[in-house]
């Protein structure tokens, strides 16, 4: 795999900047995020999942949301974007979740 053009600081930054704002609104998914931080950092698959002792298999199923990764894993990706591993309250039903769903709206039990 080629490697992806080198970004320069500004770049990076204004990257970092984005993916932070997106997830601390709550509108970027795992997958996505992965993918991004990964372009953000200017590597291709290979290259990430060497910095991050990670197989390529893993890197291309956590990039399509089906790896079910570690704490350990996530861990280790998240600290170079200053992110920390978290609970993430869901959204209020009737409101859109991070992956894009609507959350049902729960029957009332009230009588």
Do not use: C, W, Y
Request: charged letters at 30%; aromatic letters at 4%; hydrophobic letters at 40%.
């Amino acid at each position: 795999m080629p490697r992806m053009r080198k970004l320069s600081k500004d770049e990076i930054r204004v990257r970092r900047a984005d993916i932070s704002a997106r997830a601390r609104a709550g509108k970027l998914s795992l997958p996505s995020a992965i993918r991004e931080i990964r372009h953000a950092l200017g590597l291709n698959q290979e290259e990430f999942a060497k910095l991050f002792r990670l197989t390529l298999r893993q890197v291309k199923e956590l990039e399509r949301g089906v790896a079910n990764p570690t704490a350990e894993t996530l861990n280790r990706i998240a600290k170079v974007f200053g992110f920390n591993l978290g609970f993430v309250p869901r959204p209020a039903a009737g409101q859109e979740s991070v992956s894009g769903h609507r959350q049902p709206e729960q029957a009332s039990t009230d009588e």
